[in-house]
C-alpha cells in the first residue's frame, strides 16, 4: 500500500465520527480497538480515549460498535480503493497545477529575460547607456520605481 494513502482506520473514523458526533473525535481509536477485539460496549469504554464513566450514552457507544463489522466491509468492498485514488488524484491534481504553475513563471521569466536583452541592446545601440551592466542597472531601477511613479501621478490627477 502507497505510505501517502489514509489508513483503514483513520477512512473508519472519518465515516464514522459523523455518524456519532459525540464519539467522533475518538472515533478511529475506537474502531481500532473494536476491530481487534478490545471489549468495547456502552458501559465499557476505556478511559484513554478521554471519556468519563457514565458521560456517553451507551447505546450510541453500542450503536457504534454495531457498525464497525459494516464499516469494515464496506471498506473491504472497495470503497477504501476508491477513498484512496480520490485522495490519489486530489494529490495529483494539486502537483499538476504547481508544475503548470512553475512552467508559466518559467516562460513568464524568459520572455522578460529576452525583453530585457532586447531594451539593452538597444539602449547601447543609440548611446544612452554606455556598457551593459549600466543598461540593465538602468532599467532595473526604472522599473522598481514604477509604483512609486503611477501613485504619485494618481494623486496628481486626483
Known sequence: MNEDAPSEVRVAGAILGPLFPPLDLAADDLYERVNVGERVDGRHVP???????????????????????AVKSLLAAGTMSL???????????ALERRTME????????LAIQQSMERLVELLLRYGIAGDRRLAETMIAR?????????????????
Open 142 to 158: 526604472i522599473i522598481a520605481q514604477v509604483p512609486e511613479r503611477l501613485s504619485d501621478n494618481e494623486d496628481d490627477d486626483g
Open 83 to 93: 477513498i484512496t485514488e480520490w485522495m490519489r488524484r486530489r494529490t495529483l491534481g
Open 47 to 69: 478511559s484513554s480515549l478521554g471519556f468519563q464513566t457514565g458521560v456517553l450514552d451507551h447505546v450510541l457507544v453500542d450503536a457504534f460498535v454495531a457498525c464497525v463489522p
Open 102 to 109: 512553475l512552467e508559466s513563471e518559467r516562460k513568464e521569466r
